[in-house]
């Protein structure tokens, strides 16, 4: 497996996510957590993202999970050799908590990774401001609007 790889699979178990592909929710989680982890952190993979039917997706970061999940497959562990410095360890550890969903809301993680991904997408890439945003996520994903003050605190 080739060290980009290497810090990817690493980067993405470093905010808890397991990093799984074999179902979507497992690819939607891997995509949001990325995002979210490289905007949030400061820690740039390279990835960049379009808005999408589920939020920000990635085209070269499904390519590389895809590489990722292959390889393990193959048997190829060499991740396990290999562990994260601690100044990126240190950072993606003080943004992990962001990504549990809060106890008073009705939401899996990965409806919240999304809304949580969606919003700062919108606000920060997009630039959109807080009413664009919010009829963007209104008109895209209702299951998520009623939710999105919810995010915004989140993510000041």
Do not use: C
């Amino acid at each position: 497996m080739d060290s980009k790889l290497i810090v990817l699979k690493l980067f993405v178990q470093g905010l808890g996510i397991d990093g799984e592909i074999d179902n979507f929710q497992g690819r939607k989680d891997f995509q949001k957590a990325v995002l979210l982890g490289q905007s949030i952190s400061g820690i740039d993979l390279g990835y960049r993202f379009n808005w999408y039917l589920y939020g920000p997706y990635s085209p070269a970061l499904a390519r590389d999970y895809y590489q990722i999940a292959e390889a393990i497959e193959f048997g190829d562990r060499e991740y396990e050799k290999h562990y994260l410095v601690d100044a990126i360890r240190e950072k993606l550890d003080g943004i992990r908590s962001l990504f549990n969903v809060p106890e008073d809301l009705n939401l899996s993680q990965s409806d919240w990774l999304e809304l949580l991904a969606s919003w700062h997408y919108l606000i920060s890439i997009s630039k959109y401001d807080d009413k664009q945003a919010s009829e963007t996520i209104k008109r895209t994903k209702p299951h998520l609007a009623p939710y999105i003050e919810n995010a915004k605190k989140t993510l000041i």
